[in-house]
Nanobody, 124 residues
Framework: QVQLAESGGGLVQAGGSLRLSCAAS????????MGWFRQAPGKEREFVAR????????SYADSVQGRFTISRDNAKNTVYLQMNTLKPEDTAVYYC?????????????????WGQGTQVTVSS
């Protein structure tokens, strides 16, 4: 079992950058595939990015490809989401998730564990 805690959200102007962190408890973090999702007001939670347990494989939603980078440090039990060139439409609560072992990494139901989320607001 793993517990997740996101941090790093905040208010930023369009074109700016933020780096989100997701700290995990437990000694088995390095065995978990990890994902980032986001949920804007009135919308469903959507996939943003994922990274394999060893960090060698990553995937991104088309809307963030080339602007966001997911990475992990297994020694620190932490996964990161570097967000550059932020747009107002990136405004959402961002969640990290752990535990998806199928190819359906873009589905929320694939993940076993979720953090509480961190708010990202991008002003125009």
């Amino acid at each position: 079992q793993v517990q997740l805690a996101e941090s790093g959200g905040g208010l930023v102007q369009a074109g700016g950058s933020l780096r989100l962190s997701c700290a995990a408890s437990g000694r088995t973090f390095s065995t978990y595939n990890m994902g980032w999702f986001r949920q804007a007001p009135g919308k469903e939670r959507e996939f943003v990015a994922r990274i394999s347990w060893g960090g060698g494989s990553t995937s991104y939603a088309d809307s963030v490809q080339g602007r966001f980078t997911i990475s992990r440090d297994n020694a620190k039990n932490t996964v990161y989401l570097q967000m550059n060139t932020l747009k107002p439409e990136d405004t959402a609560v961002y969640y990290c998730a752990a535990g998806c072992y199928s190819g359906s990494y873009y589905y929320t139901g694939c993940y076993d564990y979720w953090g509480q989320g961190t708010q990202v607001t991008v002003s125009s």
